[in-house]
């Protein structure tokens, strides 16, 4: 079973993909700090180093097109998060988006993974800033509607023969001991590709977990030896309030008389903050990793310890393999990995899309079997 990648980053989808039998054939990545990092534990994959933009449909191959099951990518999602001032497919990097699934159709595979942000499902396709809403202004078209952009993706794979569905699927259901919801797009040639089931849940949800396995928690990642921890300080504010703090805790937990001291500005604003001065919890399963672990409003703490979670518990908790190497500076590896699919995430997408394929007698190019 092969295929291509694209925004390739640290290969945590594709190193699932790879334990669930499929093999990369075609690799594409911008980041020269992420492509050394493929180079470092892949030295002999096929890497095509920097803008997918440069990767034209006209220049695809007729072997490689004839030889693809599946093409796989995560578009940069700083154009539909939430954090960011969702541009949509007007930034420059939702236009990346865009060419990405122009070449991913034009490879003409029998399938397409995306993986994406959940603020794909309600971005706009044409952002209006928020200074030009509102009373006494022009009502928003439908092109600036919530959800627009997700509405032309779906369109875009629809329109080049494909069907498709799509899920929000929280991590943590499948084996990751980290909280993070992420959108999977499958699209197919030959059928409709079935949702994803959950193999883990919570048990504090519905009775109807109980007939899966337990959450992974962070304890189960990170508690216990983990050899040459990697991490950056956090700031003298920062150790002296966490000090103070248990497990599971956060600036709320501090003593009243501190806590506007601790939060400065940050006191007087709305919203949880549970971020702020933040322990993680030994018996849950960890926060999302973001691509550092002491910025100040979400902060990464160690359970016990007066640090933030090191390179090496990041990956623990990301699914890597302990051998698996990362190239750069300390701050690069953990945008690296914070970046990256769980491993663990990965191989459940690739068993899924394998059994899909054999269940359609759909297998290898060199096989002489059709769909049944």
Not at 125 to 140: I, S
């Amino acid at each position: 079973m092969r295929y291509a990648s694209f925004f390739t980053g640290a290969m945590g989808l594709d190193l699932g993909l790879e334990q669930a039998g499929w093999e990369c054939v075609h690799a594409n990545e911008h980041d020269p700090i992420a492509c050394q990092t493929i180079r470092l534990n892949r030295p002999d994959l096929k890497l095509v180093e920097g803008d997918i933009r440069r990767i034209l449909p006209s220049c695809v191959s007729e072997s490689l097109r004839s030889s693809l099951d599946m093409v796989v990518g995560g578009p940069p999602c700083q154009a539909f998060s939430t954090a960011g001032k969702r541009l949509g497919l007007n930034d420059e990097r939702g236009n990346v988006f865009l060419h990405f699934i122009e070449l991913a159709c034009a490879m003409h595979p029998k399938l397409i993974v995306i993986e994406n942000v959940r603020g794909l499902l309600s971005a706009p396709l044409k952002h209006r800033p928020h200074a030009e809403r509102g009373h006494g202004l022009e009502p928003l078209t439908s092109d600036e509607q919530p959800g627009g952009a997700f509405s032309r993706v779906l369109n875009l794979l629809c329109d080049a023969g494909y069907s498709v569905t799509h899920g929000l699927y929280n991590t943590a259901d499948f084996g990751v001991p980290q909280k993070r919801q992420r959108v999977l797009i499958f699209a197919s040639r030959v059928s409709v590709v079935p949702s994803l089931v959950p193999s883990h849940g919570s048990r504090v949800r519905s009775p109807s977990y109980l007939a899966r396995e337990p959450w992974r928690t962070l304890s189960d990642a990170i508690n216990g030896f983990i050899e040459g921890q990697e991490f950056l300080p956090l700031r003298e504010k920062q150790r002296r309030f966490i000090h103070l703090l248990k497990p599971g805790q956060n600036w709320r937990d501090l003593p009243p008389d501190l806590q506007r001291e601790a939060m400065g500005r940050a006191f007087d604003c709305t919203g949880g903050r549970t971020g702020f001065y933040r322990r993680l919890a030994w018996d849950e399963p960890s926060p999302t990793l973001v691509t550092s672990p002491t910025m100040p409003a979400t902060l990464l703490a160690h359970p016990v310890e007066d640090r933030p979670l090191s390179v090496q518990e990041y990956a623990r908790i990301q699914t890597f393999p302990d051998d698996w190497k990362f190239a750069g500076t300390t701050a690069q590896k953990y945008r690296q990995i914070g970046n990256a699919v769980p491993v663990e995430f990965g191989r459940q997408i690739g068993e899924h899309m394998k059994e899909f394929l054999q269940s359609r007698r759909i297998l290898t190019p060199d096989s002489t079997q059709t769909e049944a």
